[in-house]
T-cell receptor, first 113, second 111 residues
Framework: EDKVVQSPLSLVVHEGDTVTLNCSYE??????LLWYKQEKKAPTFLFML????IEKKSGRLSSILDKKELFSILNITATQTGDSAVYLC?????????????FGKGTLLTVNP | NAGVTQTPKFQVLKTGQSMTLQCAQD?????MSWYRQDPGMGLRLIHYSVGAGITDQGEVPNGYNVSRSTTEDFPLRLLSAAPSQTSVYFC??????????FGSGTRLTVV
């Protein structure tokens, strides 16, 4: 059975801190891993990772994939209160297409001023 | 450009009632999907569509029907609402298959 496990489940930091969010996965025929940010409403797409060791970067956010150890990390540097959200990790299901995703339960990040 | 629009935003149903959650996108995306989000469960795929006239089941399809008569619209029908269908429902679309644009959600309560 496909599995996506995120850790920690929740995290509280102060503005300016750097945080690392973890996502480990078990899926056969791995194709990609996706990160989303969910504030009060809809998830927004952050990154799609397909290759091991290649960092994806967008401003203060970056992510890297380790296909050998079956995990990904999402780093946020110089956190701001606007980074407070649930961060979701997902992988396409075994034997399914890219739109059949298995999601982790998410990490709730709270950034205090 | 509105993106993905879901209506209604909130709905309360009685057990056994039926209703349709609406989803429309204006980006000419081929792929559309419906997810439900429950506390502690993450997002789970209900149904999806790879184009007009083509739909298939996701992970938790029971109790829901979909159709895709146009590229723009992908309504989700609850046939006979049950308390277990109390959830937040998200519609998503993309052109790559990987959902990259979500609607703002419909919070459904079944009493």
């Amino acid at each position: 059975e496909d599995k996506v496990v995120q850790s920690p489940l929740s995290l509280v930091v102060h503005e300016g801190d750097t945080v690392t969010l973890n996502c480990s996965y078990e899926v056969t025929n791995f194709r990609s891993l996706l990160w989303y940010k969910q504030e009060k409403k809809a998830p927004t797409f952050l990154f799609m990772l397909t290759s091991s060791g290649i960092e994806k970067k967008s401003g203060r956010l970056s992510s890297i994939l380790d296909k050998k150890e079956l995990f990904s990390i999402l780093n946020i540097t110089a956190t701001q209160t606007g980074d407070s959200a649930v961060y979701l990790c997902a992988v396409p299901r075994s034997g399914g297409s890219n739109y059949k995703l298995t999601f982790g339960k998410g990490t709730l990040l709270t950034v205090n001023p | 450009n509105a993106g993905v629009t879901q209506t209604p935003k909130f709905q309360v149903l009685k057990t056994g009632q039926s209703m349709t959650l609406q989803c429309a996108q204006d980006m000419n995306h081929e792929y559309m999907s419906w997810y439900r989000q429950d506390p502690g469960m993450g997002l789970r795929l209900i149904h999806y569509s790879v184009g007009a006239g083509i739909t298939d089941q996701g992970e938790v399809p029971n109790g829901y029907n979909v159709s895709r008569s146009t590229t723009e619209d992908f309504p989700l029908r609850l046939l006979s609402a049950a308390p277990s269908q109390t959830s937040v429902y998200f519609c998503a679309s993309s052109n790559t298959g990987t959902p990259d644009t979500f609607g703002s959600g419909t919070r459904l309560t079944v009493v």
